[in-house]
């Protein structure tokens, strides 16, 4: 019996999804608690793949609640597309999700202004999914934002609407974009409001009945630790608490009833958009790429790829608090001679065994590598820690012990079976 979070380690896409949908076996309710639907996770379950962008990952499993915690802010238009895509491919998607009333709206003006702003920044932009985070974020802290229990309720949507509306038209004409018609807006989130109603709930005192009943939960993270507003490598970064913190806020479930702290990533290093990415490393870019690998799963971006990190990681775990590090993607090494991994960062004189917070700073680090002898098997086969290599099982010790964190699952592949408990 226990509550977990499972939180990205890196820059997003370490394979939480992946990871949760193994955990979500031994959770009752699997809860995301911050981000949109800027977040992609992937699951295969055979040879089907699953993209999950709002909904937890956890509702490929039958018999499991999954619920859209407070902290998240929800594209009402695209939640309706992933209900219905999801019934099409025959997932049951009904009284097994809730959505808090309390989570922020992203409405159409949010994903105009997070474009419009990407262009104003030009060289200086942030490479941001498009998806009106920021913007939705920003109206919920400046307290004008829209809840899920404004949607539901067609006359309150009509009124706030129209008042954000005519603000945010002023500001579109001035950056030179069209107008928002709020006739049009009204009808499209009206409709998306009426199908959403039934799932639309209070999901704080939900999750606390559940634990009072002895339900386990799974806090499913989105994005990574250096994506965090507050932790990250801003202004590189999403707008919300994607580290353990965030889990609490974004939820409602208090710090001491967290039970533990699962950090997900790759045995290497990724990051979509800019941002700095001490790492960074063509050679070990193009091998992914060439192997079709590492292409964002929301917006199809190539991934920037480089070498594993592991004072990134070493601050995640302080950050985080995480008791068991999750690893995948190691069959991406498979092939590669001599496998480097960053211990500190050098710039000019000085010396870093933590990550700056000055993302400018940050920049200009340049690793410090130790370099492993590659294992060149196969590991995607491995059912166990013996079938691994010994050159590969030298190399995940490694990592935990400069990660400051124990070892607790190592994964080989994309399939829930590929997943090797240490
Ligand atoms: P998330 O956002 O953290 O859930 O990660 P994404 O789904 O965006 O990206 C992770 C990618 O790695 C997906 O394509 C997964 O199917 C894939 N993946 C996860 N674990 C493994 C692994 O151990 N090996 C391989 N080959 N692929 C993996
Ligand atoms: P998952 O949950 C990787 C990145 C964007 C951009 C920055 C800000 O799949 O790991 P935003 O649209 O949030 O304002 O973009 O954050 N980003 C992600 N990168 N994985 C994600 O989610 C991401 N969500 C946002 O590329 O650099
Ligand atoms: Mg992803």
Known sequence: MAN??????????EGKGKIIDVLTEDADIVVRYAGGNNAGHTVFIGRQKYILHL???????KNKLCVIGNGVVADPVSLVGEIQGLRKLGVKVGDN??????????????????????????????GTTKRGIGPAYGDKAARVGLRMSDL??????REKLSARIKENNAVLKSLGAKPLSCEKVFAEYNAAGKYLKPFVA????????????????????????FLDIDHGTYPFVTSSNT??????????????????????????????????????????SDLLHSMGREFGATTGRPRRCGWFDSVAVRHAAMVNGIDGLAV???DGLDTVETIKVCVAYRRGRAHYDFVPSDAQVLAECEPVYVEFEGWRTPTSKAKSWKQLPSRTRAYLKALAELSNAKLFIASVGPARAQTIFV
């Open 55 to 61: 909904i937890p990952s956890g509702i490929l499993r």
């Open 97 to 126: 999700l809730v959505v808090s009333e309390t989570a922020h709206v992203v409405l159409p003006y949010h994903r105009e202004l997070d474009a419009q702003r990407e262009v104003l920044k030009g060289r200086q932009k942030i």
């Open 328 to 330: 995948t993607n190691l």
């Open 202 to 225: 209070n999901t704080v005192v939900l999750l606390h009945e559940a634990m009072r009943r002895g339900k386990d939960l799974l806090f499913e993270g989105a994005q990574g630790t």
């Open 152 to 157: 539901v309720n067609p006359e309150r949507l």
């Open 243 to 284: 580290t353990a913190g965030g889990a609490c806020t974004g939820s409602g479930v208090p710090p001491h009833r967290m039970d533990r702290v699962v950090g997900v990533m790759k045995a290497y290093t990724t990051r979509v958009g800019e941002g700095p990415l001490p790492t960074e490393n063509a050679e070990i």
């Open 4 to 13: 977990t979070i499972l939180v990205g380690a890196q820059w997003g896409d």
